[in-house]
């Protein structure tokens, strides 16, 4: 609702009409490579595992993101979830459909939200992407994961948080190749856990990725 009601301005740039303008859409932070194969880290030279991921168990073949987390996405990802303004989420889908290649896979996940988080914020942000990114790939977007733990991240530091996630996930791909969205990639402690409890062949994309940078 609130969407609605609020003079449209670019959070950007502040340009009328739009939430976010083509102009800002196209200048969003890329990732250019070389990446890490695995877990899509810009890297120095091209790696097939990088400092970031090397010696972690990480149970996805491959993570790939539309853009980096900096300030400014930081601020968009924010928008879209905190104040439930949606139709960014529909402009995040769009980012990945211009910048990322269609992975080949079966179907369409999302990470579940935590408990209570759907009631107040009355939508899920991840399902929303997903759904809108299958739509444009051709892809099925089933809900394939429950929580049954490892809520509210926030806060905690990166070996927390993969503690804390390690067992969050039960889920059944009945074999299928999946696409695991999300909006942004921290850790990947959640992608990992998400990925193992699917017990397939799981490529993660997210919206945004945070680098060692930002
Ligand atoms: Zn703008
Ligand atoms: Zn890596």
Redesign the pocket.
């Known amino acids: 609702m609130l969407d609605l009601l609020l003079p449209r301005r670019c959070i950007v740039c502040g340009a009328p009409r739009t939430l976010l303008c083509g102009g800002c859409r196209n200048g969003l932070p890329r990732l250019t490579p070389p990446l890490?194969a695995?877990?899509?880290?810009p890297t120095v030279w091209p790696?097939v595992?990088?400092r970031?991921?090397?010696g972690r168990r990480i149970a996805f073949t491959r993570a790939r993101s539309a853009t980096e987390y900096d300030a400014s996405v930081r601020r968009l990802v924010r928008s879209w979830k905190e104040r439930g303004l949606r139709s960014l989420g529909a402009a995040a889908a769009l980012v990945i459909v211009e910048r990322l290649p269609p992975p080949d896979a079966d179907v369409v996940t999302f990470v579940p939200p935590d408990r209570g988080r759907r009631l107040e914020r009355g939508f899920h942000p991840a399902e929303q992407l997903a759904r809108a990114v299958a739509a444009a790939w051709g892809l099925p977007c089933e809900s394939l994961l429950a929580r049954i733990g490892g809520s509210r991240q926030r806060g905690l530091s990166r070996t927390e948080r993969r503690r804390n996630v390690a067992h969050a996930f039960i889920g059944d791909a009945g074999g299928r190749r999946v696409i695991l969205v999300d909006d942004v990639y921290t850790t990947g402690a959640t992608a990992h856990a998400a990925a193992r409890a699917l017990r397939t062949e799981v490529e993660v994309v997210t919206f945004a990725r945070a680098t060692r940078t930002s």
């Open positions: 890490c695995r877990c899509g880290a790696v595992r990088c970031e991921c090397a």
